[in-house]
């Protein structure tokens, strides 16, 4: 593998010098989100044909980071979720179902410069929109705002 105009490329025998379609962080991303993949799923979400879905879930399992959980169907094995892990991979997919949940309840609301503003990050998460309404009258009628 190398780099032409900042894009990793890799030697395919067929057809030469090709772009790297997913890097194994991405596919180990992917099976985590889906926890348990195929072939054809790898060949649609990254444009792989056949073979190269095969060969990269080979690869991946010759690494130790997906086992086989029944005919052509694989997941993630300790050592994947360790690389996840240690990518911060995890810890943002966390933050993001956090950020939904507490957008689902409607825990969105944060006031900032007299403006009550939606939550940008899970940290800024702190109010619900009633909350916030409470918390500007209260400095209105302080005189802060």
């Known amino acids: ?3 032409v105009n900042h894009q990793q490329m890799h030697y395919d025998r067929h057809r030469g010098w090709q772009p790297v379609k997913a890097k194994k962080i991405d596919v180990l991303e992917f099976i985590y989100d889906r926890q348990v993949v195929s072939s054809h799923d790898l060949m649609e979400q990254f ?49 993001e ?5 507490r957008q689902a309840e409607g825990r969105v609301w ?23 309404m409470r918390a500007v009258r209260k400095l209105e009628e302080e005189g802060l705002l």
Request: glycine fraction near 6%; hydrophobic fraction near 30%; include cysteine.
């Open 47 to 95: 444009g792989y044909t056949y073979s190269s879905a095969r060969c990269r879930l080979c690869q991946l399992r010759k690494e130790g980071f997906i086992q086989q959980v029944t005919t052509g169907r694989w997941c993630l094995t300790n050592r994947g979720y360790d690389k996840l892990d240690y990518r911060g991979v995890i810890k943002r997919k966390e933050d």
């Open 97 to 101: 179902k956090e950020r939904i949940k």
């Open 1 to 3: 593998m190398f780099m």
């Open 110 to 132: 944060f006031v900032d410069d007299s403006r009550i503003r939606m939550a940008k990050n899970v940290s800024e998460m702190l109010l619900t929109f009633d909350e916030a």
